[in-house]
């Protein structure tokens, strides 16, 4: 059992930024790959970064790329994503997942089996 629990969402304007935390628990946090998912209303969940159980390999989805930054600290048992030039379409509800059968990073919604409650995150224009 994984435990994963986020923190950090709020309201920005459009061009602002912000970091969301993930605090895991339950099993050794730098065995498995971690990632973020977002979703809008009426929309399904999307893929947005993943890390490998080390943190050293990452992986974006193409509309994040080059403005979110996915890292972790395995010291800590902690997920973060910096989120810069932020856009109205960025706003979501971010999801925290554990991907505890893949140690490498995985951008495939079926491989996560842990997810956190979701943290509301709204860019205004």
């Known amino acids: 059992q994984v435990q994963l629990v986020e923190s950090g969402g709020g309201l920005v304007q459009a061009g602002g930024s912000l970091r969301l935390s993930c605090a895991a628990s339950g099993r050794i946090f730098s065995n498995f790959a971690m990632g973020w998912f977002r979703q809008a209303p009426g929309t399904e969940r999307t893929f947005v970064a993943t890390?490998?159980?080390?943190?050293?390999?990452?992986w974006y989805s193409d509309s994040v790329k080059g403005r979110f930054t996915i890292s972790r600290d395995n010291a800590k048992n902690t997920l973060y994503l910096q989120m810069n030039s932020l856009t109205p379409e960025d706003t979501a509800v971010y999801y925290c997942a554990a991907a505890t059968g893949t140690y490498h990073y995985t951008n495939r919604l079926a491989d996560y089996d842990y997810w956190g409650q979701g943290t509301q995150v709204t860019v205004s224009s």
């Open positions: 890390v490998s159980g080390s943190g050293r390999i990452t």
